[in-house]
């Protein structure tokens, strides 16, 4: 609980911080504080079961190169999914009208539809043609009901993912592009330390792992002469890393010159103009599931 209080009042200093120099975001970045006060919230109530793994089992995944628990494993707790979804609906921006509608729809679906339950396996499994049935039934868009799914079920993936990352043992020398938890690719990279290392942020269950510095995070390209980064005048925290080879593109932050460790997932819905800077240059989001562990598959529904 402790460790809870503590990373809401690193999410208030930040979002406090985010105002001060990108006041742009205003009402999109109150909603997401609020959300992420949610799921901080509704992290404690969490109750599912964490699957018991040996240690020679551990010891081998990590050894060979998987992740410890792939994605579709996830336990979830739906009672508390389907509980935040209906306090998140409160809190969503009354300017946003299709994102509340969507909300509202989902809700009802999810309670009155005999297939509501499997809405949450559908999204562990990433099967696009199953949600986005449940798009349609709903009648909204497929991005609106993974974006809200998601939503829901991220206490319940952090809540197992800070188990499982207890497993790992101190000094294991995974220097891997993907996830040791889950086998997800980044949705941010970090630099920290003096020495600048740099680090993933699972876009799945928001694990941290330290990666190699010079070398695309997502097709682990180490040529300097095709690796680069897109800086924005006069900031010396966040930049683009992209790729020439397979034309992915990355948000870095460099924690560095902040006071204080930054929240990635708030940081990575307030800095949407990173991404336009990265797209208007020919540079792709990169896919969340990582293709040594999923295979070579084109995900559109994270």
Known sequence: MDNLKGEHERIRENANRIRKSRS?????????ENLLYLQLKYRARVNVEVPGVSDQIIKTKLDEGFPLLNREDFPLDNDAAYSLL????????????????????????????????????????????KI?????????????????????????LCFIRSKLESWIPEGT????????????????????????RKFGVCSWCEHQWLMNRIECAYCQNQLQESL??????????????????????????D????????????????????????????YRIPPVLSPIVYGEITNKVD
């Open 24 to 32: 742009v975001y205003g009402e999109m970045l109150d909603f997401y």
């Open 86 to 129: 209906e306090e998140m609906k409160k809190i969503i921006p009354g300017g946003n009208r299709e994102l509340r509608n969507a909300s509202t729809d989902l809700l009802k679906f999810l309670k009155e539809k005999q297939n509501g339950k499997n809405f949450w396996k559908y999204l562990l499994r990433a099967e696009e043609e």
């Open 132 to 156: 986005k049935e449940v798009a349609d039934e709903v009648g909204c868009e497929m991005q609106q009901v993974v974006f809200l799914g998601l939503c829901a079920i991220k206490p319940s």
């Open 173 to 196: 020398p995974w220097r891997k592009n993907y996830c040791p938890v889950c086998g997800s690719l980044p949705s941010v990279l970090l630099l920290k330390e003096k020495e600048g």
């Open 228 to 253: 680069g980064y897109i800086s924005i005048e006069d900031d010396e925290v966040y930049r683009v890393e992209y790729c020439d080879k397979c034309k992915y593109y990355f948000k870095l932050i």
């Open 255 to 282: 924690c560095r010159p902040l006071e204080f460790e930054p929240v990635p997932s708030l940081e990575e819905f307030t800095t949407l103009h990173l991404d336009m800077v990265a797209q208007n240059k020919g």
